[in-house]
């Protein structure tokens, strides 16, 4: 398996563009991990799903930010408009299960808003 | 006061040296991750814990419930350890210690 593998891995936009980040999981994978780095507050859980499904959101700092889980195997986060704080390295990671599993995390996409 | 305190926040070492780095949480929690960050950026996860002890190589990460503490124990460092350590719990997500930067020269 190729692992989890995030698009694109750099992002250069200019604030008020929209930003398009994108997952894919492990084969059989089926919770799925949005987290953003940053070097003020290092790792952020964002929102994470458990068989395609939202379960907890209460990371994803505002409205300009959402994410879906159109398949079990994808999943987009946008950032609409973008702002330049919003500068950061998104990691997207996927397991077995939410609570136990052992953590696959993508390469991360690192996104400079100018 | 950090749900997740690790130390020390940074930690220099010669080749061949044990290392260890320490991590405190103050929830109660179903796991805990050991997490290695290179400077390249990609995130590995090392171990994932819930009791006891586990080991993998020269790697060996131990968990006390009762206290709320784990270490992270490097044997024989070498200078490809030199990364960074996230601590990480799981109450009910996951939630990151500040990490541990770790630098090993020859």
């Known amino acids: 398996d190729a692992g989890v593998i995030q698009s694109p891995r750099h992002e250069v936009t200019e604030m008020g563009q929209e930003v398009t980040l994108r997952c894919k999981l492990i084969?059989?994978?089926?919770?799925l991990f949005w987290y953003r780095q940053t070097m003020m507050r290092g790792l952020e859980l964002l929102i994470y799903?458990?068989?395609?499904?939202?379960?907890?959101d209460s990371g994803m700092p505002e409205d300009r930010f959402s994410a879906k889980m159109p398949n079990a195997s994808f999943s987009t986060l946008k950032i609409q408009p973008s702002e330049p704080r919003d500068s950061a390295v998104y990691f997207c990671?996927?397991?077995?299960?939410?609570?136990?599993?052992?953590?696959?995390f993508g390469e991360g996409s690192r996104l400079t808003v100018l | 006061k950090n749900e997740v305190e690790q130390s020390p926040q940074n930690l220099t070492a010669q080749e061949g040296e044990f290392i260890t780095i320490n991590c405190s949480y103050s929830?109660?929690?179903?796991?805990l991750h050991w997490l290695q960050q290179h400077p390249g950026g990609g995130i590995v996860s090392l171990f994932m814990?819930?009791?006891g002890k586990k080991k993998h190589g020269r790697l060996i990460a131990t968990i006390n419930i009762q206290e709320k503490h784990s270490s992270l124990h490097i044997t024989a460092s070498h200078p490809r350890d030199s990364a960074v350590y996230i601590c990480?719990?799981?109450?009910?997500?996951?939630?990151f210690g500040t990490g541990t930067r770790l630098q090993v020269f020859p």
């Open positions: 990671a996927s397991s077995t299960d939410r609570a136990v599993g052992e953590l696959f």
């Open positions: 084969s059989g994978h089926n919770s």
């Open positions: 799903f458990n068989n395609n499904v939202p379960i907890d």
């Open positions: 929830v109660g929690i179903s796991a």
């Open positions: 814990l819930s009791s």
């Open positions: 990480a719990v799981d109450p009910d997500k996951l939630i």
